[in-house]
C-alpha cells in the first residue's frame, strides 16, 4: 500500500485560488499502474464529497458542480499530484483528502487536511 500525505495552506481569502499537494510515498508505483488518484473533501455538517480523480490512463474526471473551478494534475517525477480549485468562497471550507485506489482491498486515504475560507 502507499501512504498519501496531502500538504496546503489552512487558511485562504474569498476569491483567491486553492492549492493542495498530495505526496506519495511507500510502495513502488508508477502513476500507469492500477491506480486512481482523488480528491475528496468534507465540509461541516455535509456529507463526503468527491471533487475529482485520475484514472490510471491519465483521463481526469471531474464533479459536475466543480469542474469549472477545480483542477487536478499529476507530477510522476515527485510521486504527487495537485489540486487546484479557484475562486473560492465559504462554502469550499472543508477538510481535504487525498486517496488512492485501486480496489476495495487496495484503498489508502491521506490523513486530511483542514482549509478554511475567510477573510
Known amino acids: 500500500q502507499v501512504q498519501l500525505q496531502e500538504s496546503g495552506p489552512d487558511l485562504v481569502k474569498p476569491s483567491h485560488t486553492l492549492s493542495l499537494t498530495c505526496t506519495i510515498s511507500g510502495d513502488s508505483f508508477t502513476f500507469t499502474d492500477d491506480y486512481h488518484w482523488a480528491w475528496l473533501r468534507q465540509a461541516p455538517g455535509k456529507e463526503l464529497e468527491w471533487i475529482g480523480w485520475?484514472?490510471?490512463?491519465?483521463?481526469?474526471y471531474y464533479h459536475p458542480q466543480l469542474k469549472i473551478r477545480a483542477s487536478i494534475s499529476r507530477d510522476a517525477s515527485k510521486s504527487l499530484f495537485i489540486l487546484t480549485l479557484t475562486s473560492v468562497t465559504p462554502e469550499d471550507t472543508a477538510v481535504y483528502y487525498c486517496r488512492g485506489v485501486v480496489n476495495a482491498l487496495t484503498d489508502s486515504w491521506g490523513q486530511g487536511t483542514q482549509v478554511t475560507v475567510s477573510s
Open positions: 485520475i484514472a490510471p490512463t491519465g483521463i481526469i
